[in-house]
Structures are given as C-alpha cells and as structure tokens.
C-alpha cells in the first residue's frame, strides 16, 4: 500500500469515526413488515399468510413475539400521536378521520436553503403537506418534520422566513411523494435560490 | 463496517440494530453527508424490509447504498446544472483532514470503488459485483480516484 494510499484509507476510517449514529427507530419499520396476518410491507396479503424474511424469528419465539409486536404497535401509535403535537398540525383541525393514526404513513424531511454559492443550510419555517386533505406543520431552527398522514399522494411545499420573507415556494426534487400505511418517506425541501 | 456476509441471516429487529451504525457510516462515505448518508441508510433498511426474501442481507444492504448513493449524486449533479453554480458537497469536509475534501469531491462511482476498497476491504471482484460492472472497470475507476487524488495532494 502506497503512502497515498495508507492516508486515504486513514481519513476513511477518520470520516467513519466522526460520524454521528442517529437512533434507528427499528420497532416502527419491523413492525410495518412483521404485521400479525402475514401482511407484506406494503400491506397486501400474501395468499400463505406469512412472511418469508421474519417470519421463522416470529414462529420461534411464539406467544411472546406476537405480544412484542402487539406492543410495538401500540408504542408506533403513541409515538406518532406525540409526533402530531410536536409537530403542531399533522392532524387536520375540524375534518373527520377516514383512517384511523394506526393507518397512517409518515412524511419525514427537512427544509433546507440552498444558495447557489455557497453550503446549503437548514431553516426554520412551515410545511404544507397537500393532498386529500392539507396539513400544515411549524418547523424548528433544526429544520426537521415529521408528519404523520394517511396513505396517498402528497404535494410537500415549504415556506422560510429566508427565502423571500415567507412568500418564495421551497419544493422537493422529486415531486409528489407518495404515502404507504406503515411506512416513512423521506423528503428534502429546497428553497432554491438563483 | 458491514464486512461480513452471512448467507441466510435472519432480519429481525436484533440485526437491524447490528448493522444501522455500520450503514450510517458507509452512507456518510459513499454520499459525503452526514445528513444524506443517514437518508440512504434509511432507504436502504426500508428496501431490505420490502423483499420477501434475502439470501444475503448484508450484501444486499450494501448494494442497496451504493446505488442510492449513485442514484443521489446524479440527482444533485442536475439540480446543480439547474443552480448553474456550485455548492459544497460538505461543510464539515476540510474540518476533517486534506484527503477528505477531495474524496467527497470525486465522481460517485470513483468515491464508491475507494471506499468499498480502502474502508470495506473488498476485493476488485466483490467491488465489481457490487457495483454491476466487470473488474477491469473497478480498476480503472479507482485508478482514477487515485490520480485526481495524487494530484490535489502531492502536486
């Protein structure tokens, strides 16, 4: 290995070292693919009612599997409910529920500044998550939201207080995002400065 | 790391576990983001969830993030024609040494062949697998890594 080479690999094992380990909320995506019934993750059922990857873990462990999955469901449901009042606004004030919290996928992202010339940074603001139904959510100085909403179609567009005084539309690269029962998308909304 | 791959190893939440800080890790070499590297990490985890059935998750976890980090670096590639300007791929990048500005600087398919290779340990031919091409790419790709990084250190 060349002396290039051995600084190369140094600073990989330096960048790996520094990076920061976020918590992997693994009770919401197992729970979303492990579903007493044999559902598969995007919820259909599968005609021999199992599931191939997980599901000799679940056989073994029996009784008390199926118990854990019931709590993890529960623990989902909380979590998602405490996710809506953090966020301020998933839930649609005044409208009836066609599907129940537990139905509902999420919308996780981040609303970012992107100057042409410089770093991209995050901002505060506000999202509008349009569809069936609209939701608005109130967003931090980390730039982070979550939303939990029902499976569909979504339109996700920001508004900062730094990109044109709340006026200037911050999109998603990717266009509409769409939202399973169970499952997280992640987006990134840019305001896009010229 | 995610080095090891053992044919037919159980997911459940236990492995999940396991592997989530090694992906996040490779995430963050492969797409030169603190933030992109966890998104593809995610991504790739829910993809592994979706298949019914994986011989060798690990690997494909692997392949998984290579491609999403692809996949990104060309998706940012037009949103910066869009831009028609240039912006930093990573802010923390010059806070860590000299090399990393410009490992994170390299096309992603060279970036992939110099992290699968110097970080992951893999041979020209797993790399080869990984990435879907034949050997003799892989190594003219990290041929090219290295040279763009001779010549922005030792110029």
């Known amino acids: 290995m060349t002396d290039l080479e051995a600084r190369l690999r140094a600073s990989l094992f330096r960048v ?11 009770t919401a995506q197992v729970d979303s693919s492990v579903g007493a019934g044999g559902h598969t993750p995007d919820g259909s059922h599968r005609p021999d009612g199992t599931v191939p990857v997980p599901a000799p873990r679940l056989g073994r462990r029996g009784l008390i599997s199926v118990l854990a999955v019931a709590i993890g469901v529960i623990a989902v449901t909380v979590s998602i409910a405490v996710i809506q009042r953090e966020t301020g606004g998933s839930s649609p004030a005044g409208t009836d529920h066609p599907t129940t919290v537990s139905q509902h996928g999420e919308i996780r992202g981040l609303l970012l500044i992107s100057p042409p010339m410089s770093a ?3 901002s505060s603001g506000s999202i509008v998550i349009t569809g069936t139904r609209v939701f608005t959510i109130t967003v931090g100085d980390s730039g982070r939201f979550t939303a939990s909403v029902p499976p569909g179609n979504y339109t996700v567009i920001g508004h900062s207080p730094e990109y044109g005084g709340n006026e200037g539309d911050c999109i998603t690269q990717s266009g509409p995002v769409t939202v399973r029962q169970h499952r997280t998308v992640s987006v990134r909304v840019r305001c896009l400065e010229k | 790391m995610i080095v090891d791959s053992l044919e037919g190893e159980g997911v459940d939440e236990n492995f999940l576990r396991a592997v989530w800080p090694g992906l996040v890790r490779l995430g963050r070499l492969l797409t030169g983001s603190q933030e992109q590297g966890e998104d593809i990490a ?7 969830l979706r298949q019914e059935s994986v011989q060798a998750p690990r690997a494909y976890l692997r392949r998984s993030m290579v491609n999403l980090s692809i996949n990104l ?20 990048a010059s806070e860590i040494d000299e090399v990393w500005p410009v490992v994170v600087a390299l096309p992603a398919r060279q970036r992939a062949v110099v992290v699968l290779r110097y970080y992951e340990d893999l041979s020209e031919a797993d790399i080869a697998s990984v990435l879907g091409c034949r050997p003799g790419t892989v190594k003219s790709l990290a041929a090219r890594a290295l040279k763009q990084l001779r010549q922005e250190l030792d110029p």
């Open chain 1, 120 to 122: 991209e940074h995050v």
């Open chain 1, 16 to 26: 790996a070292e520094d990076t920061t380990i976020p918590d992997l909320d693994v």
């Open chain 2, 42 to 48: 995610q991504e790739a985890v829910l993809g592994l």
């Open chain 2, 73 to 92: 670096a060309r998706n940012s590639s037009r949103e910066r024609a869009y831009l028609a300007g240039t912006r930093e791929p990573d802010v923390e």
